[in-house]
C-alpha cells in the first residue's frame, strides 16, 4: 500500500519554512524600518518635492548614507534645491551635504535632528548565495522589503558593484542591503530588471566615513569631484594600457577587441537590396559611467569600428554613401553647454603601413601606405579644466570600394591619458 504520509510531512515542512522565513523578514524590517529614511529633493520655489531617493541612518549624531545621484541637483544647483528626510513614523527634517564620492555613487549627509535608530557597517562580505534583504522606499510606496541572494562582484565593470538577484525599483536608490543580522552589506544603485540588480559594496562607504572623519574644515565638492575623476581617469587608462591588446579580424582588416573584461564588445552585419553597400560593425564600449548630473556623465571609454564594401559600384558613388552612413557620429556620453566647451577639432591625412601575412601574395607585399582622413576633436570641462571629451574618428579614403571607419570617444580623461591611449589605438589597427 502506497505511503501518501512522506508527500504531506514534506508540504508541510515547506510550509514551516517559508512560515519562518516570513516572519523572519517581519522582524528584520520592525527592528530596522526606524533607521531607514526617504530623501526628498525640494524645489525651492515651490516648497515641493523634485526628486526621491532612500538613505539610512549610520551614527548616533544622525549620519545618514544615500546615493550621490539622488543628491546630485542639490550639489550641481544649491539655490534653487534642498534636501529633506522623512522617517517611517512621518517625522520630517533639513539634511546637510557633508561629503561625496561620485565615482562610487554615495554622499553622506546629517539630519537636524538625529534618529534614535542608526544600522551597523558590516566588516565582512556575505557569503556568495547567501540571502540578504534591500530596503527601500519605490516609486514613493513606502518603506518595502526585498529579499534576494548575494553573487559577489559583478564581473566586467570598472566599478565594483555586488550583484544583487533582488528587485531594486525607483526611488529605492541609496537604501541599505543588510544581512540577517542587520548590518550593511551594500547600498542600493541600479537595476537591469529581471531580479538583476546592483549594490554599492559596504566597504566605499567605510572609506567615504573615514575621509570624512579626516578631514578638516569646510568641504570644497568642487575640490572633492576633480580629484576623485582624476584618480578614476588614472586608474582606468592605466588598466587599458597594461592589457594585452587582442586584435580580431574585421572585413580585409584587424582591429581592437575586448582590451580589459570591463570593456565589451558586439557585432553586426548589414547586407540588404536596399543598399549597395554591405556594412560590418564592431561596437565595444565600457559598462558603466559616473553620473555627475542628470544630462552629464563621465567615465566612458568606447571604441568602434566598420567595415564597408561593395561590388560594382563606381567610387564616387561609394564614397558619397559610406560618408553619409557615417555622418550621424556622436560622442559617447552626454553632457550640456554649461558643462563642456565647444569642440575643437584637428583634421589631417595620415598614412598607415599596411602588414601583409600569409594570404598575401609576395609581389603585393610591401604595397603603399593606407590613406586615411581623421579628425581628433576635444572638448574641455568647464568645472574640472584639466579633463576632457575626446572623440577620435578616422576613415580610410584610398580604396575604391573598400573603406575602414575608425571611432573612439574618451570622456573625463586628461590630454596626456588621451595621447597614450590614441598612440596605442592607432598602432594596432591593421589592414591585411
Excluded at 516648497?47 to 550621490?68: C, E, H, P, R, W
Aim: proline share 4%; hydrophobic share 35%; with cysteine.
Amino acid at each position: 500500500m502506497p505511503n501518501s504520509s512522506a508527500p504531506l510531512l514534506a508540504l508541510m515542512l515547506c510550509c514551516l519554512s517559508a512560515l519562518a522565513m516570513a516572519q523572519g523578514y517581519e522582524q528584520l524590517y520592525s527592528d530596522y524600518r526606524g533607521s531607514l529614511y526617504q530623501i526628498r529633493l525640494i524645489e525651492k520655489s515651490s516648497n515641493s518635492k523634485s526628486g526621491l531617493g532612500s538613505g539610512f541612518q549610520i551614527s548616533a549624531d544622525g549620519l545618514v548614507a544615500t546615493n550621490y545621484h539622488v543628491v546630485a541637483q542639490a550639489v550641481s544647483d544649491p539655490d534653487k534645491y534642498t534636501l529633506e528626510y522623512l522617517s517611517t513614523d512621518g517625522t520630517k527634517g533639513a539634511l546637510t551635504l557633508l561629503d561625496i564620492d561620485v565615482v562610487n555613487d554615495l554622499a553622506l549627509l546629517r539630519q537636524d535632528k538625529p534618529g534614535k535608530e542608526y544600522l551597523q557597517l558590516a566588516e565582512d562580505a556575505p557569503k556568495k548565495g547567501e540571502t540578504i534583504v534591500s530596503l527601500g522606499n519605490p516609486l514613493d510606496l513606502g518603506m518595502t522589503l526585498i529579499p534576494g541572494t548575494y553573487n559577489g562582484i559583478a564581473g566586467g565593470s570598472f566599478y565594483d558593484r555586488i550583484h544583487f538577484a533582488g528587485s531594486i525599483n525607483p526611488g529605492m536608490s541609496g537604501g541599505p542591503a543588510i544581512n540577517t543580522a542587520g548590518q550593511v552589506v551594500g547600498i542600493n544603485v541600479a537595476t537591469a530588471g529581471n531580479q538583476v540588480s546592483f549594490l554599492v559594496p559596504v566597504d566605499k562607504l567605510s572609506t567615504l566615513l573615514k575621509h570624512f572623519h579626516q578631514r578638516e574644515g569646510q568641504l570644497d565638492l568642487k575640490a572633492v569631484t576633480y580629484q576623485q575623476l582624476l584618480e578614476n581617469q588614472k586608474r582606468i587608462i592605466h588598466s587599458i594600457l597594461q592589457a594585452d591588446w587582442q586584435r580580431r579580424a574585421l572585413g580585409e582588416a584587424k582591429v581592437v577587441g575586448e582590451i580589459v573584461p570591463a570593456i565589451k564588445c558586439w557585432g553586426n552585419s548589414q547586407e540588404s537590396d536596399d543598399s549597395p553597400i554591405k556594412r560590418i560593425d564592431k561596437g565595444c564600449t565600457g559598462q558603466d559611467v559616473v553620473f555627475l548630473s542628470d544630462d552629464f556623465n563621465t567615465g566612458r571609454v568606447e571604441y568602434e569600428f566598420f567595415w564597408l564594401e561593395a561590388e560594382d559600384l563606381l567610387p564616387a558613388r561609394f564614397y558619397a554613401e559610406y560618408e553619409q552612413q557615417m555622418s550621424t557620429f556622436y560622442p559617447g556620453n552626454s553632457a550640456g553647454e554649461e558643462d563642456v566647451t565647444n569642440f575643437r577639432c584637428r583634421q589631417a591625412f595620415t598614412s598607415q603601413p599596411r602588414n601583409g601575412n600569409d594570404r598575401v601574395s609576395k609581389p603585393e607585399r610591401g604595397r603603399k601606405p593606407l590613406i586615411t582622413r581623421t579628425s581628433y576633436c576635444v572638448r574641455r570641462y568647464k568645472d574640472f579644466p584639466d579633463l576632457y571629451d575626446i572623440f577620435f574618428l578616422s576613415l580610410s579614403v584610398d580604396q575604391k570600394n573598400r573603406a575602414l571607419v575608425s571611432h573612439f570617444t574618451l570622456s573625463g580623461f586628461t590630454r596626456e591619458s588621451a595621447d597614450a591611449f590614441f598612440e596605442k589605438f592607432t598602432s594596432e589597427i591593421q589592414w591585411l
